[in-house]
């Protein structure tokens, strides 16, 4: 009876074990995909990216208003759709920056549009902090139009702003899921 009861305790005991002991490689997967200890860097990126998406709204709403098309609204978009494609590939410090880039044009349509800037859609200073080490804007431009992966997933390469003038949220922005 005695011998039974062991018999029957050792084998959940090495179940135990064999899922204890793959734990360390499942955390370093994690980390190569871009997940674990940069979970920070995610939820901070994340909301960066949902902020601009904010922004970008209500370039939106001004440049429909104002019909002032300097292709500003159009980069931005390109910038914002790129921000989000990084993010989802776990790229959230250049996810950060090239929203940055996008939020940044949209102030300037807002601007061109005669709209209200509002104080809440410039970077606050936590932002700012993530994107000291930004690179130039040149460079963002750059990076958006040589990645042919992303070119080739975009669903429009236009430099128009009346193109983009019926811009969807769910195209510029994270669910709240991701």
């Known amino acids: 009876m005695l011998k039974n009861i062991a018999h029957k305790a050792i084998i959940p005991l090495l179940v135990l074990f064999l899922i204890a002991a793959s734990a360390p490689d499942l955390q370093a997967q994690r980390r190569r995909a871009g997940k674990g200890p940069g979970i920070a860097l995610r939820v901070k990126s994340k909301r960066v990216l949902r902020r601009t998406a904010v922004v970008m709204m209500a370039a939106n709403a001004d440049l429909k208003k104002g019909k002032v098309y300097t292709g500003d609204f159009a980069r931005a978009v390109r910038h914002q759709r790129y921000a989000v494609f990084l993010w989802r590939r776990g790229f959230y410090a250049r996810s950060i920056h090239h929203s940055r880039r996008a939020r940044m044009l949209a102030i300037n349509v807002i601007q061109a549009n005669k709209g209200t800037v509002q ?59 991701e």
């Not at 460079?139 to 997933?153: I, V």
Request: proline share 5%; net charge negative; aromatic share 6%.
């Open 119 to 177: 104080p809440s859609y410039k970077m606050d200073k936590e932002e700012d902090s993530l994107s000291k080490n930004s690179p130039s804007d040149t460079q963002l431009d750059t990076d958006l139009k040589n990645d042919t992966e992303f070119s080739k997933n975009s669903p429009s390469t236009s430099e128009k702003d009346e193109d983009f003038i019926n811009i969807m949220v769910d195209d510029i922005d994270l669910t709240d899921l």
